[in-house]
C-alpha cells in the first residue's frame, strides 16, 4: 500500500503487512509528522460466489435428453442410452474433466501472496524508500538530506517591559562525507499537535554560516516577543532557496 503523509505529502511504499489488521500510527521521516494509518481495505470473495464460479467454469457439461411426455413414461424421466433409439455409442462425447479442488487454488493464493509481500520488503530495502523501513526496523535511515537540524528546549520568559520572550536554539549537523551549504532555516508556531493544525506564527533564522564540513556543526538561536498564546507546536525546516 502507499501511504501519504498529510502535512507535508511525502508518499511512501510499505507492505499491508506493516501496517497490520487493526492500523498503527507512522511517523514521516521527512517532516516528523505523525498521524494514525488505518488497514488497507479487504476485497472479501465470499465462498458461496467462489464456488459458484468454479462450478460455472466447467466446460463440455454431458448432455442429457428427456423422452417425450405420454401416458406411461413421466415427462422429467432421464432415457437409458439402451433405451434410445437415437442413442449412437461412437458419436463424439465431451471429454471428461475432474472437477478443480478449490481448496489447492487457496494454497496457491496464499502462496503467491507471501511472495508478493517478500517482494516488497526487499524492494524497499533496496531502493530506500525515505523513513517508513527505518522506522520499522527494516533498513538503515535513508539519508535524502545530508544536514540534519535538532532542536534545544524552547525558552518563554516574561521581560520587565511586559512582554513575552518567545527564544528557540538548536543545532545544524553536517551527517555526509562532503561540505554542504547551508540554507535559512525557517520556524513555525502551530495551533496543536494534530497533521490539521494550522500555522500561526512564523519566521527566518539565518544561520552563522553558509558551508559546513563533513561532520561539522554549527548552533543557531532565534527570539521573538508576542507570539500567539495559542501555539502548541514548534517545527523547523530549511527554506531550499539561494543561500546568499
Known amino acids: ?3 501519504e ?11 499491508d503487512a506493516a501496517i497490520g489488521a487493526d492500523g498503527r500510527t507512522v511517523r514521516c521521516a521527512s517532516c516528523k509528522h505523525s498521524w494514525f494509518q488505518p488497514p488497507a481495505p479487504l ?17 463440455y457439461p454431458a448432455p442429457t435428453r428427456a423422452r417425450p411426455a405420454d401416458s406411461t413414461t413421466p415427462a422429467a424421466a432421464p432415457i437409458a442410452p439402451g433405451d434410445d433409439p437415437d442413442f449412437d455409442p461412437f458419436a463424439h462425447r465431451a471429454p471428461f474433466r475432474p ?27 533496496y531502493s530506500g524508500a525515505p523513513g517508513f523501513a527505518t522506522q520499522m526496523g527494516l533498513a538503515q535511515p535513508v539519508k535524502d538530506d545530508p544536514l540534519v537540524i535538532e532542536q534545544y528546549p524552547i525558552d518563554r520568559r516574561d521581560l520587565p517591559t511586559g512582554t513575552e520572550l518567545f527564544a528557540v536554539s538548536g543545532r545544524i549537523i553536517n551527517k555526509s562525507n562532503s561540505r554542504q551549504a547551508v540554507p535559512d532555516i525557517r520556524a513555525e508556531l502551530r495551533d496543536g499537535e494534530s497533521g490539521n493544525s494550522r500555522v500561526v506564527f512564523s519566521w527566518t ?21 508576542d507570539v500567539p498564546a495559542n501555539s502548541k507546536r514548534l517545527d523547523f525546516t530549511f527554506e531550499r532557496g539561494p543561500a546568499g
Open 1 to 3: 500500500m502507499i501511504l
Open 5 to 15: 503523509c498529510t502535512e507535508c505529502r511525502t508518499r511512501y511504499l510499505v507492505p
Open 43 to 59: 476485497d472479501l470473495v465470499t465462498r458461496a460466489e467462489s464456488a459458484g464460479a468454479e462450478s460455472g467454469a466447467d466446460q
Open 99 to 125: 472437477r478443480r479442488n478449490p481448496a489447492r487454488r487457496q494454497t496457491f493464493a496464499a502462496v503467491a501472496a507471501g511472495t508478493a509481500m517478500l517482494v516488497g520488503v526487499v524492494a524497499i530495502l
Open 205 to 225: 533564522i539565518t544561520p552563522e554560516r553558509r558551508t559546513l564540513a563533513p561532520g561539522a556543526a554549527i548552533e543557531f538561536n532565534s527570539a521573538q516577543t
